[in-house]
T-cell receptor
Framework: QKEVEQDPGPLSVPEGAIVSLNCTYS??????FMWYRQYSRKGPELLMY????GNKEDGRFTAQVDKSSKYISLFIRDSQPSDSATYLC??????????????FGTGTRLQVTL | NAGVTQTPKFQVLKTGQSMTLQCAQD?????MSWYRQDPGMGLRLIHY???????DQGEVPNGYNVSRSTTEDFPLRLLSAAPSQTSVYFC?????????????FGSGTRLTVV
């Protein structure tokens, strides 16, 4: 079983829709949670970053973490065709020498249509 | 600021050949890491480093070597290329600042082993 599970999609939505992307994880020691956006043939870019449970909002994007259910969500409001990309969730725990060991989900491919 | 620079962008190798993938960052980040990305597998950690002179293995280290002689550079060496190493390779660097972690990825190296 993967430590982080993510539905690969593809997910197709019309422009203006609210998008919900989700991940589940199995290791309760994970403390930091991230969402990356990856355009085709590009490297991942950090979109949202949260620590522990709660919500974090940045413009049209909201990241939500529920540690009790080990569930990570990313919501995109008023989706745009430029949001079409693969979205990867990632997590890690703090321990000596492991700060750079991100554990990724497989990514969800999102297509926003006109 | 160039961020994280990876070279080459594309490479075709014959089975058994060796090569080095280059990664350089100009942000003075402590942490650097190498990931490979395969369809349906997400990003998997190969090797990582928490500072110059310190490296450690990740999830899929077999067939790869790394060294970190300077803060800026973190090359990945393929010792004897195999078709199973056909993948897209990403280098990442990250910092730690009062509990905040920032990760930056390079644009990737697409490697094909024939």
């Amino acid at each position: 079983q993967k430590e982080v599970e993510q539905d690969p999609g593809p997910l197709s939505v019309p422009e203006g829709a609210i998008v919900s992307l989700n991940c589940t994880y199995s290791n309760s020691a994970f403390q930091y949670f991230m969402w990356y956006r990856q355009y085709s043939r590009k490297g991942p870019e950090l979109l949202m970053y949260t620590y522990s449970s709660g919500n974090k909002e940045d413009g049209r994007f909201t990241a939500q973490v529920d540690k009790s259910s080990k569930y990570i969500s990313l919501f995109i409001r008023d989706s745009q065709p430029s949001d079409s990309a693969t979205y990867l969730c990632a997590t890690f725990r703090l321990a000596t020498g492991t700060a750079s060991k991100l554990t990724f989900g497989t990514g969800t491919r999102l297509q926003v249509t006109l | 600021n160039a961020g994280v620079t990876q070279t080459p962008k594309f490479q075709v190798l014959k089975t058994g050949q060796s090569m080095t993938l280059q990664c350089a960052q100009d942000m003075n980040h402590e942490y650097m890491s190498w990931y490979r990305q395969d369809p349906g597998m997400g990003l998997r950690l190969i090797h990582y480093s928490v500072g110059a002179g310190i490296t450690d293995q990740g999830e899929v280290p077999n067939g790869y070597n790394v060294s970190r002689s300077t803060t800026e550079d973190f090359p990945l060496r393929l010792l004897s290329a195999a078709p199973s190493q056909t993948s897209v390779y990403f280098c990442a660097s990250s910092y730690r600042d009062r509990g905040n972690y920032g990760y930056t990825f390079g644009s990737g190296t697409r490697l094909t082993v024939v």
